[in-house]
C-alpha cells in the first residue's frame, strides 16, 4: 500500500514556473516507478512524465518535453515536478502515482502500471 499526497499547485502566469512535489508514504522496502498525469477540465486524463525506480531515466509526453523536469528523492520519499515556461494549456489538475512495485516498463506512458493515486493538485496559467 502507497499513499501520496502532492503540494505546489496555484496560479502562475504564462511564461512563469511551479514546483510539484509528492510525497508517497509505504510500509514496506519495494521501490516504484513514479509518474505525474494531468487531468483538464472536461477532459482524459494523460500522462505527463515519469522516473524508472533507479531514477537514471525520466519520460515526458510531448506537449511537456523540455519544458517540465522530474525528479525523485528517495531519502525524503519524495517526486518533483519542475515545471518552466507554463502555457495556459498547462492548466489542470495534476496527480502524481506510484506503479506496482519494481515496476521495469515499459509502458510508462499509460495509467496501466500505476497502482496508487494522490489526490491532485490544482495548476492554473492565466495572466
Not at 502515482?97 to 490544482?122: F, I, K, L, M, N
Amino acid at each position: 500500500q502507497v499513499q501520496l499526497v502532492e503540494s505546489g499547485g496555484g496560479l502562475a502566469q504564462p511564461g512563469g514556473s511551479l514546483r510539484l512535489s509528492c510525497v508517497y508514504s509505504t510500509r514496506t522496502s519495494d521501490r516504484y516507478a513514479l509518474g505525474w498525469f494531468r487531468q483538464a477540465p472536461g477532459k482524459e486524463r494523460n500522462f505527463v512524465g515519469a522516473i524508472t525506480v533507479s531514477g537514471l531515466h525520466t519520460y515526458y509526453s510531448d506537449a511537456v518535453r523540455g519544458r517540465f523536469t522530474i525528479s525523485r528523492d528517495d531519502a525524503r520519499n519524495s517526486v518533483y515536478l519542475e515545471m518552466n515556461n507554463l502555457r495556459p494549456e498547462d492548466t489542470a489538475v495534476y496527480f502524481c502515482a506510484a506503479t506496482v512495485p519494481w515496476y521495469s516498463g515499459p509502458d510508462y506512458y499509460t495509467e496501466r502500471p500505476y497502482r496508487y493515486w494522490g489526490q491532485g493538485t490544482q495548476v492554473t496559467v492565466s495572466s
